[in-house]
């Protein structure tokens, strides 16, 4: 109690009504509190835990590297193993000739440098966003909130960046707002926040097209997505569209603050003239969390964790489509909302989940709709208690 209550009185909060779970420990799909309380994390971070937590591979990565060093100097200056191998492998992951990767510290900064570099490589001014787009908090991650809805986020924050417009995610139509005075457009290839919205295949392919078309840079924000969530290990490549700028974060640090950047080299390269130096991080692709990053990827690759991910997305919906206050399941791997028309009923269903062991949240942009986006280790018989548990709980509704 002590400790809640010192939470509230010293550490910053933004939100009015923290979930108040104390964590003691977490172990692959749990975390658990100090009364020994188990709860299913079914957010994982907000698709930060891929690898489930307290992966021993990522944890050995970690203590191997602070012990040989952690910070040593600023972003780019030394050659550090960590950083290299991470972004080689990466490389040789990502489609086309993305073949570099600039470390930052977030999702947020990363956005920022994609949305830097567009204006730099491209000499233009004008950036483009998807309505109901979520890109982070800061100043120019949250100017590309689209309008209207982002509104109610940031209009007490004004004035923003300027020369920024948004478009309706899967529109054809709006595909003509991208000209040639657009420097970058930016999209999430599945919208997380908006409450897990698909992308129209054939859109994203005009969108592609339409970029190419007037020299503007495509910039993919695979914050949420990347890293197997939806079933491939970046979801360009599940809906087959490369980008020319790939923003990636959460669980590209395993668990560790990291954000990265990909682009081909010579894209990326024109930070480092007129002027140089076009973004500077201090922490950006800390050594330790680049060692997490890589452990925690190659802990996907080598357990086939990625393939095992749409059958584990498909048991969640075949489990839980068939109650009555399941209006609908929107999904993307094992990236869901599930869908109860009012948020009334969100409100409550928190509650009952609470009790009932079971970690859920609502999306920024949708509170009618609940979160299922676990480790990608989970397993199928957790999968099958899980269901259970929240069975229960809608029923309870
Ligand atoms: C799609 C997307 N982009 C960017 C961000 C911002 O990332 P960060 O919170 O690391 O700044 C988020 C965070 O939820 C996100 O979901």
């Not at 009504?17 to 658990?32: D, H, L, Q, T, W």
């Not at 930016?186 to 007037?214: F, H, I, K, M, T």
């Not at 020319?244 to 990291?258: E, H, I, S, T």
Request: glycine fraction near 8%; aromatic fraction near 8%.
């Amino acid at each position: 109690m002590i400790l809640r209550k010192q939470f509230l009185e010293h550490v910053g909060q933004t939100s009015p009504s923290p979930m108040m779970v104390e964590v003691e420990r977490a172990e692959g799909s749990f975390f658990y509190t100090p009364e020994g309380k188990r709860y299913f994390d079914l957010v994982a971070g907000v698709s930060v835990s891929n690898v489930g937590h307290a992966n021993p591979d990522v944890v050995r990565a970690v203590q191997e590297q602070a012990a040989k060093y952690m910070h040593v100097m600023v972003y780019g200056e030394m050659v550090e193993r960590p950083q290299v191998e991470y972004a080689r492998r990466i490389a040789e992951l990502l489609p086309g000739n993305l073949d570099c990767v600039y470390f930052v510290n977030s999702g947020a900064e990363a956005v920022e440098v994609a949305l830097k570099l567009a204006k730099r490589y491209t000499g233009r001014t004008e950036l483009i966003s998807m309505r109901r787009a979520y890109h982070g908090s800061t100043h120019g991650a949250m100017s590309m909130m689209g309008t209207p809805e982002g509104e109610e986020w940031k209009s007490e924050f004004r004035p923003l960046l300027p020369d920024v417009k948004s478009i309706e995610f899967n529109s054809f139509e709006d595909l003509q707002q991208i000209t040639q005075r657009t420097a970058g457009v930016l999209c999430e290839v599945v919208q997380g926040e908006a409450g897990v919205r698909l992308p129209n295949p054939e859109w994203l392919r005009a969108l592609r097209a339409r970029c190419s078309e007037v020299g503007a840079l495509l910039i993919f924000d695979e914050i949420q997505t990347g890293m197997g969530r939806t079933g491939k290990m970046f979801a360009s490549t599940k809906y087959g569209v490369t980008p020319d700028v790939v923003c990636l974060a959460k669980a590209f640090g395993g668990g560790m603050p990291l954000g990265g950047v990909a682009a081909n080299r010579e894209v990326l390269y024109s930070f480092t003239n007129n002027p140089c130096l076009g973004h500077i991080t201090t922490f950006g692709g800390h050594p330790v969390c680049c060692a997490a990053g890589l452990a925690a990827l190659n802990y996907l690759i080598n357990n086939n964790i990625v393939d095992s991910v749409e059958r584990k997305g498909e048991l969640f919906e075949e489990h839980l489509k068939h109650h009555p206050r399941i209006l609908e399941i929107r999904r993307s791997g094992l990236l869901l909302a599930l869908e109860l028309g009012k948020p009334e009923y969100l409100y409550r269903l928190m509650e009952i989940f609470k009790e009932e062991g079971i970690m859920s949240d609502w999306f920024l942009y949708c509170d009618t709709a609940f979160r299922i986006s676990p480790p990608l280790t989970i397993s199928e018989s957790e999968i099958e208690e899980c269901c259970e548990i929240i069975t229960r709980s809608l029923d309870r509704l």
